[in-house]
């Protein structure tokens, strides 16, 4: 059984740093892409950001220039940077998978149960 587990959220002052960490568990074939997305109360799900095995990235655009994913592809890990915080990036992070289970060569959609991020003014 493949889960995602995150940690690294917490409570950050604007302008601030944090580094959050998605780590995969349980039997793993191949990971295709590894990413965030967040959720703040009464909005939907957006991205945050995505990488590629093979390295191609994706950034929402309210990130970009401040945030930074990387992954370990080696431990199966993901990572995400995120320096300059503002308000307004408070949410719940959500670490994502696209992952082929061992065993099994159809990739499935995972998700982490969120890391709760808040950023004060």
């Known amino acids: 059984q493949v889960e995602l587990v995150e940690s690294g959220g917490g409570l950050a002052q604007a302008g601030g740093s944090l580094r959050l960490s998605c780590a995969t568990s349980?039997?793993?074939?191949?990971?295709?892409?590894m990413g965030w997305y967040r959720q703040a109360p009464g909005k939907e799900r957006e991205l945050v950001a995505t990488?590629?095995?093979?390295?191609?990235?994706r950034y929402g655009d309210s990130v970009k220039g401040r945030f930074t994913i990387s992954r370990d592809n080696a431990k199966n890990t993901v990572f995400l940077q995120m320096n300059n915080l503002k308000p307004e990036d408070t949410a719940v992070y959500y670490c994502?998978?696209?992952?082929?289970?061992?065993?099994?060569?159809?990739?499935?959609?995972?998700w982490g149960q969120g890391t709760q991020v808040t950023v004060s003014s």
């Open positions: 994502y998978g696209l992952i082929a289970p061992a065993y099994d060569d159809q990739e499935y959609s995972y």
């Open positions: 349980g039997g793993v074939f191949n990971i295709n892409t």
């Open positions: 990488a590629t095995g093979t390295g191609k990235t």
